[in-house]
């Protein structure tokens, strides 16, 4: 299992660190599917010092035939890493509204393009932080209003593992294919999203919900690891995780990092496999 100060933060660790001779960036990742956008919330109140990253602007390319949120360019990624102060050799933490979700993909992306520092996602996110009474700002922060100066992080991919569609095929097959959806999107039941209901054959429901407490926050990694191995995840097999594009997964992989189990992610996710139709779907738990 790893150890979650590598990962994770609470709020009155990070006070404590911005309060410290070495602050970590800090980026605001708040995200909502369907919006309203988040920078609407920034704007209203945010940990001071912190920048404003969107997920569907910032941390994802065009939307189309690779997915709802495929990634975006290295160079696209270090230009809003850069102007929202993240620096080579220092540390960063995200957050976002509480869920996990759009910070464990800010969190992934700067892993898979290579910051060389600590990355941390604020446990429990900006919720955890009003809730224990520390100060927020409103308005618009720049990296000079921050603890450092601008951004020279230099973008590389390929530092985490991924997967695309013939890889989550052979995975659903040959390993652990993780479908982090509710069950019912799982089963196909119901799409409210996608055009295609359904998931990809092999593949193991995982709902992204049983990785954390009633607060959002992440279990442990001694309850995680006990929750993934329920679903055959013990280390003896590569494992991989998807959701509708490749948000909700990513919460998935930092869940499973914690736990101790290395995983792949597939950035296009569900909303990249039916861009096929000659590609599969399944509607029934076939393992």
């Known amino acids: 299992m790893t150890d979650p100060a590598t990962l994770l933060v609470t709020a009155a660790g990070l006070a404590a660190e911005l309060a410290g001779p070495n602050p970590p960036t800090v980026i605001d990742a708040r995200w909502r599917l369907g919006g309203p956008p988040g920078i609407d919330d920034y704007l209203a109140g945010h940990i001071p010092g912190a920048a404003y990253l969107d997920l569907s602007h910032d941390l994802s390319g065009e939307p189309g035939a690779g997915g709802r949120h495929p990634l975006p360019d290295a160079a696209t990624v270090q230009a809003v890493m850069r102007a929202a102060g993240v620096r080579n050799g220092q540390g960063v933490v995200i957050y976002d509204d509480g869920d996990g979700l759009p910070a464990a993909r800010a969190w992934w992306s700067l892993r898979y393009f290579g910051h060389d520092a600590s990355v941390r996602v604020l446990d429990g996110g900006f919720l955890a932080w009003t809730a224990a009474g520390l100060d927020t700002s409103a308005g618009l922060d720049t990296p000079a209003d921050g603890p450092g100066p601008a951004g020279d992080f230099t973008a590389s991919p390929g530092h985490l593992p991924v997967l695309d569609a013939a890889g989550a095929e052979a995975l659903g097959r040959d390993g652990l294919l993780l479908d982090v959806r509710t069950a019912e999107r799982y089963r196909g039941e119901i799409e409210p999203v996608d055009p295609v209901a359904g998931h990809i054959p092999g593949a193991v429901n995982a709902p992204i919900a049983e990785t954390a407490n009633a607060d959002g926050s992440y279990r442990s990694p001694a309850e995680l690891r006990a929750y993934f191995g329920t679903l055959g995840a ?30 792949a992610l597939y950035v296009g996710s569900w909303s990249n496999w039916i861009t096929d139709p000659a590609r599969p779907v399944a509607k029934v738990d076939s393992r």
Request: include cysteine; glycine fraction near 16%; hydrophobic fraction near 45%.
């Open 234 to 263: 013990d280390g003896s097999e590569e494992v991989g995780a998807y959701c509708g594009s490749g948000v909700t997964a990513a919460r998935a992989v930092l869940a499973l990092t914690l736990a101790g189990l290395p995983a």
